[in-house]
């Protein structure tokens, strides 16, 4: 059995069935081993999802239990009259029976059905699963983003008593055009048990499995990790129904990874070499997003995804590019790294989009301490200093200069990463680095994991809290209503752009309203 695979407990898979809910598919390792001559359809067994759109179509992708050909048609309705078939790559062990096809040819700004089937080596079909997303549109249209991040971690897994996470189901029942996946989408160095007692008394229950019974440090527990998640029944359809445009962050590897880094000895890890657990992390994030590598600037992650002239979305990568975690404090600091840096300013100075959402997997300025290390050390681009920029805030700073000398209007931070949301409205007037124009960071998250409370902000580009959602206590479960994702949404008419902070029911907690840049 591989890590993908799942030994789900007939304990915990009675508790379900009798909760009235499905239980986690019956998930076989992709593979050419079986009997000879028995024919088997094959299964498409995690459902299926959409990846960065386009005008003309966007990225298809599913997994197979074993060798099959990948097949998508899309129609313009659910009938499926006059569809185009799209013929995908062969699904394979060698990408854990994970691949993708990029549809294209269609409308744009509308809704497409597609159908996704898979076609075995002896010419058997599986059984079909269907989807709609939206094509980008050409003209000036009303946009539904939605964005947040952190999903099982600390513990809180799949609770079939809940129904599994449900806040899918919330963010579906909005019909986003487009979800930004903030980081964090698995919590490889988190496992799980079948029950978590809070302080309380409550108890917590998870559906488990076997690779994410232990800390991932194998390339197919990391495989398992993704494969656990999407045996939710909420996070499937959301997934099929909604495009996304995907990050990763630091517990996709192991928490506050950086590169050269090693895992504590307490951790209890047989491979401690962070950029080991990196490369298997990055192949199993590749296998099981959808997401294209060729697409992005460097052939990994950073790049831009554009949806019509009201809005440009540039996709960052905090976490290959970061220096050590440490003080923080130099001259020099990296957080994007100078390719990705010139990027990112080309890219805000070149575009004519009304709207510019940096999708920045850290925050800017609130301080997150790296806990794991022996000294006192940052994880994200902060120093809590509250002076002039240094470190990594220099690559910060040079961004948001680089911003205001070219009169880039319109630029809006979205990130999630510390397990609450907020509305941060940074000012030069009470910042220590003056040479940039005011703008909004908002924060969303958790998905599905441990709330925290706020962290502190750092005084050197003048951030204000100006709303804040989080609990009291350090940890608090999914079952105390501090699970969050964000919205934005742009009218197509006026281009105004609003953002709400929502709770897992879809609760509007805090809204803002932007009126769109002078031209």
Known sequence: MTGSDFGISRRTLLRTSALGLVAAPALAACSNDGPALVRTRPKL?????????????????????QPAKLIVETAATESFTDAKRFTGPLLTPDADGTGRVRVNGLPAGQQVHYRVTLEGEDGATSEPITGVFRTVPTGAADIRLQWSGDVVGQGYGINPELGGM???????????????????????????????????????????????????????????????NLTDQNYRRFNSAVAQVVQWDDHETVNNWYHGGLVAETKGYTERSMDTL?????????????????????????????????????????????????????????IFGPEQTKWLIEGLRDTKATWKIIANDLPLGLVVKDGEQK????????????????????????????IKANKVGGVVWLTADVHYTAAHHYAPERAAFTDFDEFWEFVSGPLNAGAFGPNPLDGTFGPEAVFVHAPDVQNASPLDSYQHFGEVLIDGKSRELTVNLCDATGSVLFSQRLAPPVR
């Open 45 to 65: 067994t995690h459902g299926v999802a959409v990846g960065d759109p386009r005008t003309d179509g966007a990225l298809i992708w599913a997994r197979s239990d």
């Open 166 to 228: 449900k806040i899918f189901s919330a963010m579906a029942a909005r019909d986003p055009h487009l979800f930004i996946h903030s980081g964090d989408s698995i919590y490889a160095d988190v496992p799980l048990q079948e029950s978590v007692t809070l302080p309380d008394g409550r108890i917590w229950r998870n559906i488990v499995s076997e690779a994410k019974s232990a800390a991932a440090q194998t390339l197919e527990q990391f495989r398992g990790n993704y494969a656990y």
């Open 278 to 334: 990196a490369t298997r992390s990055w192949q199993a994030f590749h296998e099981w997003m959808p997401l294209e590598p060729k697409d992005a600037v460097d052939g990994r992650l950073y790049r831009k995804i554009s949806y019509g002239p009201l809005l440009d979305i540039f996709v960052l990568d905090m976490r290959t590019y970061k220096d050590t975690n440490d003080i923080n404090n130099g001259p020099n600091g990296r």
């Open 375 to 402: 000294v006192m050390a940052y994880e994200g681009p902060a120093n809590g200093d509250n002076g002039a920029p240094s470190g990594r805030e220099t690559e910060i700073a040079q961004v948001l200069s680089a």
